[in-house]
């Protein structure tokens, strides 16, 4: 993946088979797939990959256990296949994780034992392990700072986790090995059509600010909560189809819990659930459901879901988080597509995605989930391929195994998430390949020259937020070394002082909004 060698072809390229708006989970998905299919495929991400929702969700891998209790078991049975499939094809990236539900009264625990048996029998031959009624003793044992006021028993199930953002940069890589042609810092900004029929785009370089018009024969708007911005710029006169939900994660030290297993709400204050779940070294609490009107690059947490989510956490465990203990604060929106007018709380809308396509024959991805992205990409396509006049292929990603996909990766260790990389990694200089540039977290200079190289990071935002992702874990420590991984990047790029003084002024205000 070379930013300057993926330009060049974008000039010598006459015209794409598919060209993909937007670089999250579903545009990703989608380059995979259809570059596996062998179409000439291009994606177009104007910020850096997975720079939206893709990089703020909860990071499970999950059917959704609150799906079910919704009634939606199309969506569950949907996704519970996926996260198998996703857990076979990229073991680097996504783990088993076991979920405690603690009990304070005599019912939760028959209760949800009982759904959670139906949620097991669901995932039939996927199923990550049998879920289980459990006494006051053993749940205390699983998580031994769970609050044990009234503490009458609980149940354990089982789901997966994984690293949302490494997830999309791997997607990117296999999109790469597949043929595909990916760019990131190019804004999609006009629609072209030929009688009434869509023929391309006209983009922006947000770096080097130079507009171009690039031709393809089918278009697929993958821009989460913007496709209705894409979709005005197809037909300006279209309603709003997407509706925004916002979702914020309070991170916090891993001795809240200590140790390996997460906890599960399964009621909070406003009928919902919410997670604390280990990761990466420290403990991600979420989230929340608050409809907003607009959709923005970088969401704030509002003071109202910052006090929602302590408050629940905190019932549930010895000792309380407070604002003082929460290290980063990331907001994602969901782009939910709405099904019955405006009329729905934001919390009742499917997550299930809906694929649409316009008299012009614009194919927009509306809704979806991580989970669900291989299974996404595939609906898309094989309706684009039609839209598109391209011979008709068959999906073969069910099988297809995620770059650096590798068994024995253990998530013990720093580089886990590399797979098979992380030796090439750790080449680059075996002298500081063990050494962190930080005692919280672990980030190596041989991590952030790979980025450069190989995963097309171009600034000091994509490395410290999704190459690594020191900035979700803790937004001051990620401030005070920052510098330095300035200092790294200009001298791998060839860059002057100016550039790494500009880099760390404009990340500082950047950091401020992931902390309180
Ligand atoms: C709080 C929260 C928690 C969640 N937790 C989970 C979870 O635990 N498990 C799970 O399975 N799902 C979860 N989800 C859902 C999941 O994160 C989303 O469904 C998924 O990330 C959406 O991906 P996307 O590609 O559609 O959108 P995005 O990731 O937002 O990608 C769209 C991309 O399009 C780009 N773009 C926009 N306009 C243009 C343009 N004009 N030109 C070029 N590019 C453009 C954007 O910059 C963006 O990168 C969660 C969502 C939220 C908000």
Redesign the pocket.
């Known amino acids: 993946m070379n930013r300057t060698n993926n330009l060049k072809r974008l000039d010598e390229t006459i015209q794409w088979d598919v060209i993909i708006?937007?670089?999250?989970?579903?545009?990703l998905g989608v380059a995979v797939d259809a570059a596996n299919r062998g179409y000439k495929t291009l994606l177009?991400?104007?910020?850096d990959f997975?720079?939206?929702?893709?990089s703020?969700?909860?990071?499970?891998?999950?059917g959704g256990v609150r799906y079910l209790q919704n009634g939606d078991v199309s969506l569950v049975i949907e996704a519970l296949k996926e996260r198998g499939i996703m857990r076979k094809n990229a073991p680097h990236l996504v783990r088993d994780m076991s979920f405690v539900i603690p009990s304070y009264d005599w019912w939760t625990s028959p209760f949800y034992g009982l759904g959670l048996k139906i949620y097991d029998m669901m995932s039939g031959k996927l199923g990550l392990g049998p879920s289980t009624i459990l006494d006051r003793k053993e749940i205390i044992s699983l998580i031994p700072n769970v609050n044990k006021k009234g503490l009458k028993g609980g149940v354990i199930y089982q789901d997966g986790q994984f690293d949302?953002a490494r997830m999309a940069i791997s997607l990117a890589l296999t999109a790469s090995q597949e043929g595909a042609c990916l760019l990131n810092y190019?804004?999609?900004i006009g629609i072209n059509k030929e009688n009434n029929l869509i023929t391309g785009v006209t983009i922006k370089n947000q770096v080097s600010g130079l507009e171009k018009e690039i031709k393809g024969k089918v278009v697929i708007n993958?821009?989460?909560?913007?496709s209705d911005?894409?979709i005005a710029l197809d037909y300006p006169e279209s309603k709003p189809k997407i509706r925004p939900s916002q979702?914020v994660?309070l991170v916090i030290d891993k001795t809240f819990l200590d140790g390996p297993h997460a906890i599960m709400v399964p009621h909070t204050s406003d009928g919902r659930v919410l997670f604390a779940v280990p990761w990466n070294g420290y403990v991600v609490l979420?989230?929340t459901d608050t409809p907003v009107e607009l959709a923005l690059?970088e969401p704030i947490a509002m003071e109202s879901e910052i006090d929602f989510i302590l408050e629940n956490a905190g019932v549930y465990m010895t000792k309380k988080p407070t604002r003082k203990d929460v290290k980063s604060v990331f907001t994602?929106?969901?782009?939910l597509a709405a099904s019955k007018g405006n009329s729905e709380k934001t919390k009742e809308i499917s997550r299930s995605h809906k694929i649409t396509i316009s008299n012009s024959g614009l194919v927009s991805?509306l809704g979806?989930?991580?989970?669900t992205y291989r299974k996404i990409a595939e609906d898309t396509l094989n309706k684009a391929q039609a839209v598109g006049g391209l011979p008709e292929r068959k999906c073969n990603t069910e099988h297809l195994p995620i770059f650096g996909h590798d068994h024995k990766s253990k998530w013990t260790e720093p580089l886990y998430f590399y797979g098979t990389e992380a030796l090439k990694i750790k080449a680059i200089n075996p002298e500081k390949a063990e050494t962190s540039l930080s005692k919280k977290f672990f980030i190596s200079e041989n991590q952030i020259i790979w980025a450069i190289q190989q995963e097309m990071a171009l600034n000091l935002e994509d490395v410290l937020a999704r190459r690594t992702r020191c900035l979700f874990l803790d937004a001051k420590e990620t401030g005070i070394i920052a510098p330095k991984v300035a200092e790294i990047m200009s001298k791998t790029l060839g860059f002057k002082k100016t550039w790494e003084e500009n880099q760390v002024k404009q990340f500082n205000e950047l950091i401020k909004t992931y902390q309180l």
Do not use: C, M, Q, Y
């Open positions: 708006i937007g670089g999250g989970a579903s545009g177009l991400e104007k910020n997975a720079k939206g929702t893709s703020r969700s909860t990071k499970l891998v999950h949302d190019i804004n999609v993958a821009t989460g909560v913007f911005e894409i979702g994660h979420g989230t690059d994602g929106l969901r782009p991805i979806g989930k991580w989970t």
